[in-house]
């Protein structure tokens, strides 16, 4: 991998490593994380819960992969990860990261689940021969790599022929949250500090990625301004002002500016 590469996968390293996704929705910080009453704390803020289009991803995707295996890329705590379990997939889990390696080995232990493996690996330079699994989950990763072409592919290669690659770009341009991260100055993820990178791409952009892939489905989500789980001056402003006023316009209008893109595609 070039050194410029390197260097930005290790900034995105060490970022996410001391960010593992789900901190920042703890608002009782009595829990011991990695308790079954800390994964029970952050849930309802967790992707699959929150949201529930991805959830219905999850239940029609399981259909056609119960038995089968799955490569989640970028599993965070493992939300997405246990969903598939639960649902009968056979899953291997991984994360760039350590900590959240870690934080997902611990809530399958909670859970009860096993997994077919968990551990580090980096999204552009996959520790997998070409060819090997049923199908490949990213759930708002790819952008964040620091090549998210390369990360498709990436994806692309490991997939035995006909295998589905479901990846969600959370980074959709134009979006609200583009808007509100350009002009509002506002971070994404993280109340003090965002992830070093986050490229945002337009659906076009995106979908020139997919080469060597049969694009299947194309959805805009995430087109209504979302929850938080923020105090402060900012966060009323936009709880009370911004959201509701915002959430107002018609749907068709506001899937313009959907901030999350979610394509399947089948591998050739
Ligand atoms: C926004 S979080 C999403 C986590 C999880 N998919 C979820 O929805 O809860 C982004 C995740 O991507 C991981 N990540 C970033 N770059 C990566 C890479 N090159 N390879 C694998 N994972 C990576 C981070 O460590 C982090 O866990």
Sequence with gaps: MEEDLQNTVQSVHDYWNSHTLGFQYVTDHSIEPGTPAFFAHIRPWMNPYKFPWIMARIDQESKLLKGKHLLEIGCGMGYDSLEFLKRGVRVTATDLTPNAVAMTLRHFEVEGVQAEAVHTANALDLPFADNTFDAV???????????TERAIQEARRTLKPGGRAIISHFYRKPSWMWLLHRYGRENIEYKEEDPPVNEFYTDAEVLAMFHGYQVVAVAREHHRLLPVRRDGVKAALYKY?????????????????????????VKL
Aim: a positive charge; zero cysteines; aromatic letters at 12%.
């Design 137 to 147: 989950w990213a759930n708002g990763v790819l952008h964040a790599t620091g090549d």
């Design 241 to 265: 002002g911004l959201r509701p006023a915002y959430n107002l316009l018609p749907e068709g209008l506001a899937k313009k500016y959907a901030y999350k893109v979610s394509v399947t595609a």
